[in-house]
């Protein structure tokens, strides 16, 4: 008798989101998306905390804390080291160390461009294993709709600004 297969291992979910603004350009933007990866909370509207847990601030190896109470009153959170951080491409790259948020593995990169008509573009992507029980559309869904809010939230600080 033949023993079954065993299943296959869950592929790997990719994806992107990106927002735009005129308001402010990549140089103006970067100081706070790599200054701020370990105060993300004043920039991204489900992350209630971050602090710094180790590392040197902006070099690679940089490990954060980031956490949030949802709508059950229970607390989610997420330890992620910062992997790659590059001022000249404006690029940085972390990734979900340990969470109870249900993801296995997740690695994401955010980058700054050059966006049409001058101002910036904020390209976030991101490889990671299915998350159960949350389908990829709606987590794009999700991740597009706090991009969108998280650049918002820096080009109105930027404007505000001297």
């Not at 308001?23 to 100081?31: E, V």
């Not at 000249?88 to 990169?109: C, P, Q, R, W």
Request: aromatic content about 12%.
């Amino acid at each position: 008798m033949e023993q079954p297969s065993p299943p296959p291992p869950p592929s790997k979910w990719e994806g992107e989101v990106f927002a735009e603004t005129t308001a402010a350009d990549p140089h103006q933007i970067w100081p706070l998306l790599a200054d701020g990866f370990c105060s993300v909370h004043k920039w991204l509207p489900f992350v209630d905390t971050c602090h710094y847990v180790e590392g040197v601030p902006g070099q690679p190896g940089l490990i954060r804390h980031c956490s949030t109470t949802d709508t059950t009153s229970s607390i989610k959170w997420a330890k992620e080291r910062l992997n790659l951080i590059d001022p000249i491409a404006h690029t940085l790259t972390y990734e979900i160390l340990d969470n109870n948020m249900g993801f296995k593995s997740y690695v994401a990169t955010m980058k700054l461009l050059q966006g049409s008509g001058g101002g910036c573009k904020f390209v976030w992507s991101f490889v990671a294993d299915p998350i159960e029980g949350w389908p990829l559309e709606e987590f794009v869904k999700y991740l597009d709709s706090a991009l969108h809010q998280m650049m918002k939230k820096m080009a109105d600080f930027l404007q505000k600004s001297p």
